[in-house]
């Protein structure tokens, strides 16, 4: 009999390795299958969260309470998993609603949660509530708008998806958070990941390239802007550096970005 339980440990979950175009056993899941899994996931987010679900705005860095209403619409993505919008409220606001997208994959006879990303955010409009669509989109809404046929490039959702399942994987192992060890200071950042920069580039004899931000974990205005690079490595996309392109640097009471480096025909240079 299948399972259809699902695995989670924090807010952000990891795949099993970090790379575009992974390897998935052939199971057969219905969209029941995922309805189930993903609801199961959420009840058990409500429980730990005192009777609501808990998510962080990856605008404001601010956290949500949430009232569950339910899953419109599944879509499988092959090499990826499945993709689910559900409808969320706003606790003691039943007007202001909010589109969240939730990530599973198979991982044998199960599904498991990658992740949760905002597509679509309540904006007042006069005296109403719009759902209005993030911007950029999560990766997995360009693979719907993509032109069919193979190249011999990676698409940029591509190396979007490769992006995100690194930071997933890496959160898994970090406590929910994505760490990384400033080269500068030597400190040991604990990061929220916020998105992932268009465009996507690839760079002559350096592979892909992507900027994101990120927050530090409770303190939701520092942004840091981080660049990573990606490379084929047996046929397949992989992180292979990552590097803080910009510091959040105390200005009177806020906090502005500083560059580290700048870019001369694509290659880093260090700002003094």
């Not at 060890?181 to 350096?206: N, S």
Request: glycine share 8%; charged share 30%.
């Amino acid at each position: 009999m299948r399972r259809l339980g699902v695995l989670f440990t924090g807010g952000l979950l990891a795949v099993g390795v970090a790379i575009t175009g992974m390897s998935m056993v052939a199971h057969a899941f219905t969209t029941e299958d995922v309805k189930a899994a993903i609801q199961e996931y959420i009840a058990q987010k409500v429980k730990e969260g005192g009777g609501v679900y808990r998510l962080k705005d990856e605008m404001t860095g601010k956290e949500l309470a949430l009232e569950f209403v339910k899953i419109r619409i599944v879509r499988k993505i092959e090499g990826h998993g499945y993709f689910a919008d559900v409808d969320f409220r706003v606790k003691g606001e039943p007007e202001k609603f909010y589109d969240i997208d939730f990530w599973v994959r198979p991982e044998g006879d199960r599904l498991i949660f990658v992740d949760a990303r905002m597509h679509r955010y309540p904006k007042k409009e006069g005296n109403e509530w719009v759902l209005t669509t993030v911007s950029p989109l999560p990766w997995w809404w360009a693979v719907a708008q993509e032109h069919p046929g193979e190249t011999d490039e990676a698409k940029a959702w591509q190396v979007k998806a490769a992006i995100h399942t690194h930071i997933a994987e890496k959160a898994r192992g970090g406590g929910a958070v994505y760490r990384l060890k400033d080269e500068k200071t030597g400190e040991e950042l604990a990061l929220e990941f916020v998105k992932i920069h268009d465009p996507v580039r690839r760079i002559k004899g350096q592979g892909y390239f992507a900027c994101t931000d990120f927050r530090v974990q409770g303190q939701p205005e520092r942004v840091y802007d981080i660049d990573f690079w990606l490379n084929e490595e047996k046929n397949k996309l992989a992180v292979t550096k990552v590097r803080i392109h910009k510091e959040p640097v105390k200005e009177g009471t806020g906090w502005v970005q500083k560059l580290r480096y700048t870019f001369e025909q694509d290659n880093p240079v260090e700002i003094p």
